[in-house]
Structures are given as C-alpha cells and as structure tokens.
C-alpha cells in the first residue's frame, strides 16, 4: 500500500535511530541518541516515544548490526554490543510495543534502501557493501533480497589471505586504516588527495584489499553493478579505482568485466527506508 507506514529502526555501535518512513521512501519524524552498551530497552523504548506521536503504523522492522535469523527474529551475534545479545528477539519487542516486528541485517536493509531508492534504482541484480568500521554486504537478484536461514554475503568475514587467514574487515575496512595509518580514513584520503605519498600508499593497501572482497563478491553474484557505500566510500575513487582496476584487468575477471561499479547515493537514511521496502516485500 502507497501510504503505509512502518516504524524503522537502526541499531548502530555507536547510535540508535527510528523515524516514521513512508513506502514512498519519504522518512518523517526521525530521531537518534547514542546507543547505551548494557540497555537493550533503550530500543524499545525509543520505539514507544514514535509511536507516541499518534501516527498509523502497520508493523516496525528494526535493522541490527549482525546476522540475523530470519526464520526466527532473532540476532545470533552482536560484536559491537555483547550485553544486548539474547535479548533483542523480533517476539520480544512486539510484546513490548504492540506491533509486528521484523528484524534484518543492517547491510541487508542498506542494500533494499540503495536498490529501491539509491544508485541501484533500475537494475535488477545488484550487490551493496559497505566499508566503514567494518565491511558489510547484502545482495539483490532478480530484484528481491536474498538471503539464506541466516543472513547472507558476510564479505567482512570472509579470507582473503591464507597464510595469516586475515579477513576483508580485518585488512580492507576503515578500522584496518586507521591501524595501518594511525588516523580516521577521512584525514588520511584528504593528505592522500593533496599529494602525500605515504598516504597514497596507506589507502591504496587497504583498497586493493577491499578490491579483492568485491571482486569475490561479483564472481560469486553476477551482479549488473555493485553500489559501495560507506564511510570509506567518501574517498571516491580513491577507494573505487582500485575495484573497478581488478574487475577490468585481472586475467581471472572474464565475464565479471561488464559489472559497474559506482558509489551509492542512499544518504545516511539509506537503512531506515531499505525499511519500508523489506516490509513491503515481506507481504
């Protein structure tokens, strides 16, 4: 239904999030705080101070920075928020604030918010990933979601290098930068952008690293494009160069060269709407 309206909600390491969005993508009523590591009930009761306002909302979907069982509603792993684990669960929060609840992957709702309403408006078979603090992934064919009982395409998670068994999160993520470089990707793409050498060669480390991730990815997908969003994705082609040089000229990319590769255009409300779209697609 056009004018329905789900109650959207983003579980970050570092803040929380829920707005009223529309299925047109349009977010209202949006509010955010820092999310308390040892009160899991701070979500639900945030979620209770929108639904104050009155508004008609037919279900809530609440995006968590883990896999996620879809099967269940419930998160199997929070890395970033141990104390929360075990007691957020999809039954849980319905009780709690008297709707359906659905409960996704972050990167998965981030994927639905680019492809519905982002850069990958228009194709029909896309990846999305993400390179910030971690590296997150979700996947589009056919235009649907896909993911299995669990949540699908952990990139971050899988290894690219046999001998130390390091990760794409591990070596290709915007933590692996500031460890390599001592400072926040954002300072070291700007010295990087001016002219420094040493910082050119920082950047590109973990590109190339992250090129590999992606260049999996594809193979693995066939996707028409891949969106790259993120904080790391502010850098540009800085971080985009070194992807779209391994999918054209490595020996091994064959038929992978016709993906394009492009930065998302989602915006930091990417998740709170790839919301409405999973509530829709969910009927």
């Not at 419930?74 to 359906?100: F, I, Q, Y």
């Not at 899988?158 to 390599?180: F, K, N, P, Q, Y």
């Not at 904080?231 to 082609?237: L, V």
Request: charged share 25%; proline share 4%.
């Amino acid at each position: 239904m056009e004018s329905e309206t789900v109650l959207a909600c983003d579980v970050g390491g570092t803040n929380l999030r829920a707005a009223l969005v529309r299925a047109d993508g349009e977010v209202l009523d949006k509010r955010s705080r820092p999310t308390p590591p040892d009160d899991p009930q701070a979500l639900t009761l945030m979620m209770r101070e929108v639904l104050a306002t009155g508004a008609e909302v037919s279900a809530a979907v609440v995006g968590m920075p883990g896999p996620v069982d879809y099967l269940k509603g419930e998160v199997l792993d929070l890395p970033n928020l141990p104390r929360w684990k075990g007691h957020v669960t999809a039954a849980r929060m319905s009780d709690e604030v008297g709707l359906p609840v659905l409960l996704a992957n972050d990167a998965d709702l981030a994927t639905l918010g680019e492809h519905r309403f982002g850069a990958g408006k228009g194709f029909r078979d896309m990846v999305y990933i993400t390179s910030s603090t971690g590296v997150g992934a979700g996947v589009i064919l056919g235009n649907r979601l896909v993911h299995g009982a669990w949540s699908l395409a952990e990139i971050g998670h899988t290894i690219i290098d046999r001998a130390t068994l390091e990760t794409v999160e591990r070596l290709g993520s915007g933590t692996a930068l500031r460890r390599l470089s001592g400072e926040e990707a954002s300072f070291v793409a700007s010295r990087a952008e001016s002219g420094d050498q040493d910082a050119a060669r920082q950047f590109a480390a973990v590109a190339e690293d992250f090129a590999i991730g992606v260049f999996n990815m594809v193979h693995c997908f066939s996707p028409e494009v891949v969106v790259v969003g993120g904080g790391m994705s502010q850098a540009g082609d800085l971080l985009l160069g070194p992807v779209r040089k391994l999918l054209s000229e490595c020996p091994r990319a064959g038929f992978c060269r016709r993906t394009r590769v492009v930065r998302a255009e989602g915006g930091d409300d990417v998740g709170l709407k790839g919301a409405a779209a999973f509530l829709s697609d969910s009927r």
